[in-house]
Nanobody, 127 residues
Framework: QLQLVESGGGLVQPGGSLRLSCAAA????????IGWFRQAPGKEREGVSC????????NYADSVKGRFTLSRDNAKRTVYLQMNSQKPEATDVYYC????????????????????WGKGTLVTVSS
């Protein structure tokens, strides 16, 4: 069974940093681009960033550009989302999702493009 498992969420202070991980189980990530999404209570899910299967392409939403960085280690079947300069008083569930792209240099953080989803990890920014 193909699974994505997010981890690394928790409580962080405003301006602080947190690194989330997205680990694949049951399949390798070599042919999959990964997207990250977040959803605040009562709000729609928002795409924030993505990374191509090889890691050569990354894209970021304007809301996180300059603060978030994506990387991946396909040997470890894991993608990392480094989040810096967290904005105050925010609570979101962060999800990673995978879409099969092969070796093409592209990625997406449009929810409708995704094939597999993780269950999410909660991030709370609060002092």
């Amino acid at each position: 069974q193909l699974q994505l498992v997010e981890s690394g969420g928790g409580l962080v202070q405003p301006g602080g940093s947190l690194r989330l991980s997205c680990a694949a189980a049951g399949f390798t990530l070599d042919d999959y681009a990964i997207g990250w999404f977040r959803q605040a209570p009562g709000k729609e899910r928002e795409g924030v960033s993505c990374i191509s299967s090889s890691g050569g392409i990354t894209n970021y939403a304007d809301s996180v550009k300059g603060r978030f960085t994506l990387s991946r280690d396909n040997a470890k079947r894991t993608v990392y989302l480094q989040m810096n300069s967290q904005k105050p008083e925010a609570t979101d569930v962060y999800y990673c999702a995978a879409v099969r792209t092969g070796l093409r240099f592209l990625c997406s953080y449009a929810a409708d493009d995704m094939d597999y989803w993780g269950k999410g990890t909660l991030v709370t920014v609060s002092s």
